[in-house]
């Protein structure tokens, strides 16, 4: 399996971006697609979750209600729209698969099985 991420660059604070992770290899009947962050200096977060069967999302704190979480199956895509962008979501973005997924929330990075390349997002105030 490999991931690998895109859409990151520089903007203002309140403007939008939106991120994409493209998953080739795909053999798993039921994985989850997750985003993390990681800010200089700080451990690596969970931003959001989607299931690849069904339609669980799971979200941050943080970002609920400002990022959406969506999947085009037929082209193996994960997106995450970033809406009303805050400087303190300035981080590297990342994206990540866990073979298999049933229920329940996935929010620790050991928790998931591959990883694809941080995407810069940063936010100007």
């Known amino acids: 399996v490999q991931l690998q991420a895109s859409g990151g660059g520089s903007v203002q604070a309140g403007e939008s971006l939106r991120l994409s992770c493209v998953a080739s290899?795909?053999?798993?009947?039921?994985?989850?697609v997750a985003w993390f962050r990681q800010a200089p200096g700080k451990e690596r977060e969970f931003v959001a979750a989607i299931a690849w069967r069904g339609s669980s999302e799971d979200y941050a704190d943080s970002v609920r209600h400002r990022f959406t979480v969506s999947r085009d199956n037929s082209k193996n895509l994960v997106y995450l729209q970033m809406n009303s962008l805050k400087p303190e979501d300035t981080a590297a973005y990342f994206c990540a698969l866990r073979k298999s997924y049933y229920r329940g929330r996935r929010i620790y990075p050991g928790e998931y099985d591959f990883w694809g390349q941080g995407t810069q997002v940063t936010v100007s105030s």
């Open positions: 290899g795909l053999t798993f009947s039921s994985p989850l």
